[in-house]
């Protein structure tokens, strides 16, 4: 038998990254995240995280434990759920970034769904900038979506990654020419990204398609129009990262979080029991601990063969 408590902290660390971040986010000191994990090890007898000063990565044996530990953790919670006989009811307004509809979000919704009969759930699906709008004028009680900012610290983490860039296989850029940006509309937190560092690196760019809608984005990426910014672990199928040669420059890492909304009584329960779902499922919305393309292998390639430092050419006017 698993201790629960020490399944939670390895999901914790696993969607994390951070022992620092999971000892954070469960209330726990650091040397006692590490207890657990290293007590869970023990009664596996398999490494289940590579560690090092720098970096925590999940081992095989730990990526095959991410399955068997939501499991056990699930029947936990349904089980006491049925026996403690309490039941939740009334509106929960969710809403969830656009980033997160290609992945296994359906799956914990239905789930919850289950458990929850009496929830009236009402989705949003949106921008991760307009969620936060809608949260800050009272319409939404629970919000996943990507912070703001670097340094914001409001909101529990659910897991981080980098943002890099990705376009159409065998899509040529070329150097001397303004790149084509594939972007959602403002206020897209991906598009302010982007264009922040192009101008900070003096990189001159140009719109080539504007959507609302991902699938919108990740059509035109696939007919070759151009480039987008994406979160590593949710590339769509199709696209491909654009490789380091190509010499665009770094995106800098984003973080998905939880936020709650002003505090209703009616839906302060449902809200909750939805948010220690998604933490306690966190990683199957990341389909990620991929490695990441090398740059190497067939892909987007620049227009002349040897990488091209960025021109420092002012962006054209809109």
């Not at 307004?93 to 914990?108: H, K, Q």
Request: aromatic content about 4%; charged content about 25%.
């Amino acid at each position: 038998m698993y201790d629960p408590a020490q399944l939670r902290t390895f999901l914790t660390v696993a969607q994390t990254l951070s022992f620092t971040q999971a000892a954070r986010r469960l209330g726990l000191r650091q040397s006692t995240v590490s207890q657990h994990v290293r007590r869970l090890e023990d009664a596996t007898g398999r490494q289940l995280f590579s560690r090092d000063t720098h970096s925590v990565e999940l081992t095989e044996d730990g990526e095959a434990m991410l399955g068997f530990a939501r499991t056990i953790l699930e029947a936990n919670e349904r089980a006491a759920a049925f026996f403690t006989g309490t039941r939740l009811r009334g509106r929960l307004r969710f809403g969830a970034s656009e980033d997160f509809v290609l992945t296994r979000l359906p799956e914990i919704l239905t789930a919850f769904r289950h458990d929850h009969p009496e929830v009236d759930l009402e989705l949003t699906v949106e921008l991760s900038g307009t969620l936060h709008e809608r949260l800050a004028a009272g319409r939404l009680d629970l919000v996943l979506a990507k912070r703001r900012r670097p340094g914001d610290d409001r909101g529990r983490l659910v897991w981080r990654d980098r943002m890099v860039w990705i376009g159409a296989e065998g899509l040529r850029l070329d150097p001397d020419r303004p790149l084509p940006l594939i972007v959602f509309p403002p206020p897209g937190i991906t598009r302010a990204r982007a264009l922040e560092v192009l101008e900070r690196h003096g990189r001159a760019w140009r719109i080539a398609c504007t959507s609302g809608s991902l699938s919108g984005l990740i059509a035109a990426a696939r007919a070759g129009l151009g480039v987008m910014a994406h979160t590593r672990g949710l590339i769509p199928p199709g696209l491909v990262r654009v490789p380091d040669r190509v010499g665009l420059p770094e995106l800098g890492e984003v973080e998905f979080v939880l936020l709650h909304g002003r505090r209703d009584a009616a839906a302060q329960g449902a809200a909750d029991a939805l948010a220690a779902a998604i933490l306690a499922g966190g990683d199957r919305l990341h389909p990620g601990h991929r490695p990441a393309v090398p740059a190497g292998v067939p892909g987007v390639v620049p227009a002349a063969a040897p990488a091209v430092a960025p021109a420092a050419v002012p962006r054209p006017a809109p």
